[in-house]
């Protein structure tokens, strides 16, 4: 027996998640109308059709701006796309402010990914953890694994994409970008960042 969803439930999903309505519908009664197992659900079903597209090249896109707190806080962003038909949706355009919004709130971020952070930062949180008292006693295989742990905790901090949404604590950027992804069905990139504070050089 199918189980009959309200179509006030999937349209709610439908807009939570950005998914289509019949897939909605089935994650729905996959999970016996469980909407937080349903979110879940369509997550992982998109987050698995937006890896196949993280080679593909973006080429279009747009440059945003977000100003905070009164003017003492500034950001310039530029996230790229595929085409720019996609690039004109609102849905991108959310997207982009959001990543925006996320930056300027994030004061401790300095790059788009773990990738672009460069070998003397990842050497010199190396050294610092690798002098800390509580290692002191352990045994080198076990201190290695220790400090390479907490060195990787510490430049998740300095990563955009690595970063807990603000406005949904249960998703990352990275997450986030790859539902939009699952969406459009296109790659999407942050490409670039600048953040500006009132005062700093």
Same mark, same amino acid.
């Given at each position: 027996?199918?189980?009959?969803?309200?179509?006030?439930?999937?349209?709610?999903?439908?807009?939570?998640?950005?998914?289509?309505?019949?897939?909605?519908?089935?994650?729905?009664?996959?999970?016996?109308?469980?909407?937080?197992?349903?979110?879940?659900?369509?997550?992982?079903?998109?987050?698995?059709?937006?890896?196949?597209?993280?080679?593909?090249?973006?080429?279009?896109?747009?440059?945003?701006?977000?100003?905070?707190?009164?003017?003492?806080?500034?950001?310039?962003?530029?996230?790229?796309?595929?085409?720019?038909?996609?690039?004109?949706?609102?849905?991108?355009?959310?997207?982009?402010?959001?990543?925006?919004?996320?930056?300027?709130?994030?004061?401790?971020?300095?790059?788009?990914?773990?990738?672009?952070?460069?070998?003397?930062?990842?050497?010199?949180?190396?050294?610092?953890?690798?002098?800390? &008292?509580?290692?002191?006693?352990?045994?080198?295989? #076990? !201190? +290695? /694994? %220790?400090? $390479?742990?907490?060195?990787?905790?510490?430049? =998740?901090?300095?990563?955009?994409?690595?970063?807990?949404?603000?406005? &949904?604590?249960?998703?990352?950027?990275?997450?986030? #970008? !790859? +539902? /939009? %992804?699952? $969406?459009?069905?296109?790659?999407?990139?942050? =490409?670039?960042?600048?953040?500006?504070?009132?005062?700093?050089?």
């Amino acid at each position: 027996m199918t189980l009959d969803i309200s179509s006030t439930l999937v349209k709610e999903l439908r807009q939570k998640t950005g998914a289509g309505m019949m897939n909605c519908k089935k994650a729905l009664q996959e999970t016996n109308g469980d909407f937080e197992g349903a979110v879940k659900t369509l997550r992982q079903k998109g987050l698995a059709a937006a890896d196949k597209k993280v080679d593909r090249k973006t080429v279009e896109g747009v440059v945003n701006s977000y100003i905070h707190a009164g003017g003492k806080i500034g950001v310039l962003v530029e996230v790229n796309c595929e085409t720019d038909f996609v690039a004109r949706r609102e849905e991108f355009q959310e997207l982009v402010q959001n990543i925006a919004m996320q930056i300027a709130a994030s004061p401790e971020v300095l790059y788009v990914n773990s990738e672009e952070i460069p070998e003397q930062v990842f050497l010199a949180e190396k050294a610092i953890e690798a002098e800390k &008292d509580d290692l002191s006693n352990k045994p080198p295989e #076990i !201190k +290695e /694994k %220790i400090i $390479l742990g907490r060195v990787e905790k510490t430049l =998740k901090k300095l990563s955009l994409i690595d970063q807990a949404f603000i406005r &949904d604590a249960n998703i990352t950027i990275d997450e986030l #970008i !790859k +539902e /939009k %992804i699952s $969406l459009f069905g296109e790659n999407i990139k942050v =490409k670039r960042f600048t953040r500006y504070t009132l005062g700093n050089k």
